[in-house]
């Protein structure tokens, strides 16, 4: 059984910072693509940023410059640096990860997610 479980997510005002984290578990061969992806109320599921198992990022164009994904293969986590929050960031917000397990098949797994809420 593979599971993702995010931490970090809390309240903080306009301006601030918040590190969002994410750890897969159980029988894993290895972790390829990994991002993070928000859902604001009322709206869809958006990509926020990927990163690939060789450490290449992509980042949508509204947090570009503010967030940072970031990954340690050694300890299956991935991370997401969030400065300059605003208002609009405010959302859920959650981890993704296509996992290969010990019976070599690769499925993609979502964490259960973690609120973000931004003051102004």
């Known amino acids: 059984q593979v599971q993702l479980v995010e931490s970090g997510g809390g309240l903080v005002q306009a301006g601030g910072s918040l590190r969002l984290s994410c750890v897969a578990s159980?029988?894993?061969?290895?972790?390829?693509?990994m991002g993070w992806y928000r859902q604001a109320p009322g709206k869809e599921r958006e990509l926020v940023a990927t990163?690939?198992?060789?450490?290449?990022?992509n980042y949508a164009d509204s947090v570009k410059g503010r967030f940072t994904i970031s990954r340690d293969n050694g300890e299956n986590t991935v991370y997401l640096h969030m400065n300059s929050l605003k208002p609009e960031d405010t959302a859920d917000y959650y981890c993704?990860?296509?996992?290969?397990?010990?019976?070599?098949?690769?499925?993609?797994?979502w964490g259960q997610g973690t609120q973000v809420t931004v003051s102004s």
């Open positions: 993704d990860a296509y996992i290969t397990s010990f019976l070599r098949t690769t499925y993609h797994y």
């Open positions: 159980g029988r894993i061969l290895s972790i390829n693509d």
């Open positions: 990163i690939t198992e060789g450490g290449a990022t």
